[in-house]
């Protein structure tokens, strides 16, 4: 059998943070030529992973326009993507998630009947307003994925409700336990990778850390301001500190800035690179966060996270009991934040350590069915 040549697609900081493990694979494996290619959707957010990881994509689009609309980035990646595709002929294309550069390599692969590999594919809320518009991105991937890589039985068992051939759906695990698990080794060979908040710890000494992280679209003006009012009222306790790595998007930063920035116990920080980020979550007695990764992530190290989100697509946190969703209403946010702060038992039922979404061996599944398929 000859060498299969893929095409590896992404954009976003969370879509490099968890195909880089299946990067990684492909490039140690004889059986694949991978070829990567960035749309660059984010441009610094997506860098500090590529540096991390030391991947090199041989194509880099760089699409990411400050403020950008949902229309006409999937309209510039769909064309610069396509255009990538037929320059490669890649037998496969690999996308993974539920964002725009996803959504829009899906399609242009599908115009040139590529077969699509979709890594985490079958997450569902059943809402298509939350989260906005990545139900439906990956719903759109998964009509013409002829390869599903489920996380779990959940997210398979929603394709096989939406009568995808059972054939090409298959439980991987979640590729980001295995980017947890190849970061926390990193930093033990290399503690000073994650240094970068050595002063703030100092700062805030003796206080209970929460890390908090916000950006979803559909949360845009009533529920980030809710979230601010939240953090504000919870970091005038002086028992706690607050730790936000903010994300570039503009319309999170004005709202946040605003109401948080000078406040002695909210440390409003640059994003993070992804070691100092684990830090962050290591040292945190709680995650406060409407992100999905980070809804993965905690549960792997036993910490509670509050989902400030009215649904969510990643309900096995929520089922083993480490995740408990909170909508963005700020007297909801603070009355669990409290909760979990003032009562032991109740943080004691949800910090336990265990891993619903994988057990870091995805990455490796992933291309032993790319081998087959
Ligand atoms: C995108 C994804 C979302 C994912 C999130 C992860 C879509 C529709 N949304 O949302 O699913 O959860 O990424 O973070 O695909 N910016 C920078 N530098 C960066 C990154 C972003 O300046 O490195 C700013 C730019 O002004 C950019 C804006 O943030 O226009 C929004 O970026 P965009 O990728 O459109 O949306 P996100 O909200 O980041
Ligand atoms: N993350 C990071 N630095 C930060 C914030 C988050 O490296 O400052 C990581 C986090 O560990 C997780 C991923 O980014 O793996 C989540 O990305 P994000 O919240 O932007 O997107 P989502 O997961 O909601 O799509």
Redesign the pocket.
């Known amino acids: 059998m000859g060498v299969t040549r893929i095409l590896t697609v992404f954009g976003?900081?969370?879509e490099a943070?968890k195909l880089f493990p299946v990067i990684h694979a492909l490039e140690a494996d004889p059986r694949f030529e991978n070829l990567t290619c960035v749309s660059a959707q984010h441009r610094e957010?997506l860098d500090?992973v590529l540096s991390l990881a030391g991947i090199e994509p041989q194509h880099d689009l760089d699409l990411m326009i400050a403020g950008q609309t949902l229309d006409a980035l999937t309209a510039r990646a769909l064309v610069a993507i396509g255009q990538v595709l037929d320059a490669e002929k890649p037998h496969w294309v690999v996308v993974q998630?539920d964002t725009t550069t996803a959504m829009a390599a899906g399609l242009a692969a599908y115009y040139r009947r590529i077969p699509v590999c979709h890594v985490e594919a079958g997450l569902r809320s059943g809402d298509i307003h939350h989260p906005w518009p990545e139900e439906v991105n990956r719903r759109v991937i998964g009509i013409f994925a002829q390869l599903h890589c489920a996380p779990t039985q959940a997210s398979a068992d929603a394709l096989l409700g939406e009568n995808v051939d059972p054939g090409s759906v298959h439980v991987t695990g979640n590729t980001?336990i295995d980017?947890l698990q190849w970061v926390t080794r990193r930093i033990e060979e290399e503690p000073g990778l994650a240094s970068g908040l050595a002063e703030l710890e100092r700062r805030f000494a003796g206080k209970r850390i929460i890390g908090l992280?916000c950006?979803?679209r559909e949360n845009f003006g009533e529920g980030m301001r809710d979230i601010a009012t939240a953090v504000k009222r919870i970091a005038s306790r002086d028992d706690v500190a607050v730790i936000f790595?903010m994300?570039m998007n503009p319309q999170v930063r004005a709202v946040m800035e605003a109401q948080l920035k000078d406040l002695d116990n909210v440390a409003l920080v640059e994003?993070?690179?992804?070691p100092n980020?684990?830090r962050l979550?290591s040292i945190s007695t709680l995650l406060l966060?409407?992100?999905?990764?980070?809804q993965e992530?905690a549960p792997a190290l036993g910490k509670p996270v509050l989902v400030m989100r009215q649904t969510t697509e990643r309900p096995e946190g929520v089922e083993a009991g480490t995740a408990r969703l909170v909508g963005t209403n700020a007297e909801a946010i603070l009355r669990e934040t409290e909760r979990l702060l003032d009562d032991p038992d109740a943080y004691a039922d949800m910090a336990r350590a265990h891993n619903p979404f994988g057990d870091g061996k995805a990455a490796q599944r992933i291309c032993d069915l790319l081998a087959t398929a």
């Open positions: 976003t900081r969370p943070i957010m500090q998630g980001v980017a992280t950006h979803r790595p994300h994003p993070l690179d992804y980020f684990a979550l966060t409407d992100s999905g990764g980070v992530e």
